[in-house]
């Protein structure tokens, strides 16, 4: 079975430009979910996806947006960009359900896209 | 206080020693998370964790609920072990994940 692929690896942008990437999760997982990792920061969590809806947004501004489709593939877009929006940024997938029940199940990472914004 | 601490930050140990990694925290969970991320950045989910204790290889994680604490086992360490270990909470309503801080470990030969 495929692992969870990211697009694309690398990205270089420039200060107030936009950057779209893209996450294709397993075959069969509905839940998708991105990370933002830094130095300073560690990681942090961005937001989840579920059935195309999303289900939790961390605390980041507006900026920062994602989608989800019918297939399940992800894109999480970034607007307007600064430098401290340089990262990596991270996407995991997982068999999650719906319900409460159903909150837990292990989280397969992608390899990042790592983005610099010059 | 962060919502989630580890100790140490740092770890240096020989191969074969036995070694430790904890991790507390200030929320009700619905489940704890280790991870392990070499360097390059990819990251390996190793253990999914609501209560007690779970094994793999060489590897023990063991959560107690009460007291809000988790540790990570390493047995018969090696180089390869080497890597950032971060534990990862998750609230009690399936809320946003929390992130440790990591613990760099390095194994030396």
């Known amino acids: 079975k495929a692992g969870v692929t990211q697009t694309p690896r690398y990205l270089i942008k420039t200060r107030g430009q936009q950057v779209t990437l893209s996450c294709s999760p397993i075959?069969?997982?509905?839940?998708v979910s991105w990370y933002q990792q830094t130095p300073g920061q560690g990681l942090q969590f961005l937001f989840e996806y579920f059935s195309e809806t999303q289900r939790n947004k961390g605390n980041f501004p507006g900026r920062f947006s994602g989608r989800q489709f019918s297939n399940s593939r992800s894109e999480m877009n970034v607007s307007t960009l600064e430098l401290g929006d340089s990262a990596l940024y991270l996407c995991?997938?997982?068999?999650?359900?719906?319900?409460?029940?159903?909150?837990?199940?292990?989280?397969?990472f992608g390899n990042g896209t790592r983005l610099t914004v010059t | 206080k962060n919502e989630v601490e580890q100790s140490p930050q740092n770890l240096t140990a020989q191969e074969g020693e036995f070694i430790t990694i904890n991790c507390s925290y200030s929320v009700g969970i619905s489940a704890l998370h280790w991870l392990q991320q070499h360097p390059g950045g990819g990251i390996v989910s190793l253990f999914m964790?609501?209560?007690g204790k779970k094994k793999h290889g060489r590897l023990i994680a063991t959560i107690n609920i009460q007291e809000k604490h988790s540790s990570l086992h390493i047995t018969a360490s090696h180089p390869r072990d080497s890597a950032v270990y971060i534990c990862?909470?998750?609230?009690?309503?399936?809320?946003?994940?929390?992130f440790g801080p990591g613990t760099r470990l390095s194994v030396l030969p």
């Open positions: 990862a909470v998750r609230g009690n309503y399936g809320q946003n994940f929390v």
């Open positions: 995991a997938s997982s068999i999650r359900g719906q319900g409460q029940s159903s909150y837990n199940s292990p989280l397969h």
């Open positions: 075959s069969g997982h509905r839940s």
């Open positions: 964790l609501s209560s």
